[in-house]
């Protein structure tokens, strides 16, 4: 018979190796990327996987020593230095460089991973028992979600710089 305690650590161990995936397509795509966009906002996500990773391990171990769940201090800065990175890297970017369909679908699979690790989060989240692994999966689910977010940001960019560039900037046809 499965212990919660098991069904627990199962959990664990299947979020660490998700984490651990995570980090190495987003390195492996950083590589691949051919601008300094694609290639600083990449490299940020493979080292929030690895945050992610490391805290998962240090629950997964308090767990199996004392069978219990602990009490947390991750607190995630809800994707705001992706955010900034992000921003700081356009103020440097083209208007009229489209990325490779290759970056382009890399991207898509970023964000299919990223929606993936998303579900599961919030499926633990339903599932969970304990108040403070419910509050985990949330604080986790909303930070898969605004990875997500940032890459279909990035997508629309890639997409089309120019385009991208209007939307966001939201020109006004007042004359003042």
Do not use: C
């Amino acid at each position: 018979m499965t212990t919660e305690q098991n069904k627990t650590l199962e959990v664990l161990q299947i979020a660490i190796q998700m984490e651990i995936d995570g980090k190495a397509y987003y390195l492996k795509a950083s590589q691949q990327s051919s601008n300094d966009l694609g290639k600083k906002l990449l490299l940020s996500l493979a080292n929030e996987e690895n945050i992610h990773q490391q805290n998962f391990e240090k629950i997964y171990n308090s767990i199996k020593q004392k069978n219990s769940w602990p009490q947390t201090t991750f607190q995630p800065d809800g994707g705001k230095k992706l955010r900034t990175i992000f921003a700081h890297a356009l103020d440097q970017m083209s208007t009229d460089k489209k990325a490779t369909t290759t970056e382009q679908d890399s991207v898509k699979i970023a964000m299919g991973m990223e929606n993936k690790t998303l579900d599961f989060y919030n499926q633990q989240y339903k599932t969970a028992i304990y108040p403070a692994e419910k509050d985990f999966y949330q604080i986790l689910a909303a930070e898969e979600r605004e990875h997500y977010l940032i890459l279909l940001d990035y997508f629309e960019y890639l997409k089309d710089p120019a385009s991208w560039f209007v939307n966001k900037e939201h020109p006004s046809m007042d004359a003042g």
